[in-house]
Every structure is written in structure tokens, then in C-alpha cells.
């Protein structure tokens, strides 16, 4: 079955512990790209990655990072988590670009104390 | 710098009646697409509908259309003969034109069907 999974689905955590958030997709996707989403403000882009080892900056990247070694693996990091990255967080995949279709993962909830 | 608003914090319907769901857009890229998107109360980011700004028809896919009106921004979401299971959140995005790579949401809209 084609899929976007995540791991964790849920996590609490506390502020500066690091914490890596797990994204595969089994389509073998070009496009990935990893977004929060938070109450009133809809999703925003953090990270996206064009292909592997190749990777550029959303609307908010700022306390995030990512990697992409492997086309199937696009793993989101917080190297110092702090409570204001407290979201639901979603990872998505597309076969080259955003005008092919979206496959989302299930989302990722992450409570920052 | 380009911007999705999406004005109606929630919208009802009755079973079997149409609704209409606003997205206004703001770019001054002559090149952009827009999306729409469901997320049911489970979560997870389901995709409906795509527009192309060059494209000459409106989209449709099986219950929905986009109402795409290029000069006034809008790309209304019209689902015809709404169901129970259209209650969700929609949201509605744009391509930013760089390379096609970037996406931006709006605050989306959550529709509530009734019998």
C-alpha cells in the first residue's frame, strides 16, 4: 500500500531534550516537505527536500532541521525542542514537484513542557 | 508575498444541499496553482481539488468543483450534495512560484453537515 508514515504519532517531551521525528514514504517520491499545524494559523511549510541531499528552507524553519540521505527518508530533527514547537506536525510526499498530488503521513503530535 | 484567506471560521449545511467554501489568493506571480484539502476529525490531510492558473476550464472532481475566478483572486471550493461525511476542516493553498517548491495554507474552514 502506498504510504506516508510517521514516527512517533505522539510524543511529550521537555524543553532541550532532542528529539528526531521519523518520515518514510515507500512511493519512491522525489518531493517531500515537513509542516506544522497549529490552531487559527493553518499548516506552515518548515522544510522541504527535492530529491536527495538536496534541501531548502520553508516559512519556518527556524529551531528545525532535516536531512534527506536516503529518497524514502526524510527525518525532522529539533536539536533543542522548546514549547512554542509544541504542534501537530505532518510530513507529505509528491512524485517530483507540488503539482503533482500530496500524499500526507497521519501527523505527528508533539507537546513541548 | 502571496497570501490564502479563507474568511468563514465555520459554515453549516443540510444534508443534500450544496455549499460553497471562500479562498481568496494574493500573489503577483502570473504563474500559481491552488489547492484545496480535507481534514476530517481524524487528522490527516486529504487532497480534493486542483487549479492551474493558465487553466482554461474550472476544475472539477466528482462532488467538487473550484470556482476559479482569476481576476477577482477566488478559488472557491462548491461541494454539490453534501453528505454527512463532508464534515471536516477544508483548507485551501497556493504554489508560490519558486520552482514550484513552496506552499502556503490557509487558516481553513470548518463545515459542519447535518441530516
Known amino acids: 500500500e502506498a504510504q506516508v508514515t510517521q514516527n512517533p504519532r505522539y510524543l511529550i517531551t521537555v524543553t532541550g531534550k532532542k528529539l528526531t521525528v521519523t518520515c518514510s514514504q515507500n512511493?519512491?517520491?522525489?518531493?517531500m516537505s515537513w509542516y506544522r499545524q497549529d490552531p487559527g494559523l493553518g499548516l506552515r511549510q518548515i522544510y522541504y527536500?527535492?530529491?536527495?541531499?538536496?534541501?531548502d528552507k520553508g516559512d519556518v524553519p527556524e529551531g528545525y532541521k532535516v536531512s534527506r540521505k536516503e529518497k524514502r527518508n526524510f527525518p525532522l530533527i529539533l536539536e533543542s525542542p522548546s514549547p512554542n514547537q509544541t504542534s501537530l506536525y505532518f510530513c507529505?510526499?509528491?512524485?517530483?514537484?507540488?503539482?503533482?498530488?500530496?500524499?500526507f503521513g497521519p501527523g505527528t503530535r508533539l507537546t513541548v513542557t | 508575498a502571496q497570501k490564502i484567506t479563507q474568511t468563514q471560521p465555520g459554515m453549516f449545511v443540510q444534508e443534500k444541499e450544496a455549499v460553497t467554501l471562500d479562498c481568496t489568493y494574493d500573489t503577483s506571480d502570473p504563474s500559481y496553482g491552488l489547492f484545496w484539502y480535507k481534514q476530517p476529525s481524524s487528522g490527516e490531510m486529504i487532497f480534493l481539488i486542483y487549479q492551474g492558473s493558465y487553466d482554461q476550464q474550472n476544475a472539477t472532481e466528482g462532488r467538487y468543483s473550484l470556482n476559479f475566478q482569476k481576476a477577482r483572486k477566488s478559488a472557491n471550493l462548491v461541494i454539490s450534495a453534501s453528505q454527512l461525511g463532508d464534515s471536516a476542516m477544508y483548507f485551501c493553498a497556493m504554489i508560490r512560484n519558486t520552482g514550484f517548491q513552496k506552499l502556503v495554507f490557509g487558516t481553513g474552514t470548518r463545515l459542519l453537515v447535518s441530516p
Open positions: 527536500s527535492m530529491n536527495v541531499e538536496v534541501t
Open positions: 512511493m519512491n517520491h522525489e518531493y
Open positions: 507529505a510526499s509528491s512524485l517530483r514537484s507540488l503539482l503533482d498530488e500530496q500524499y
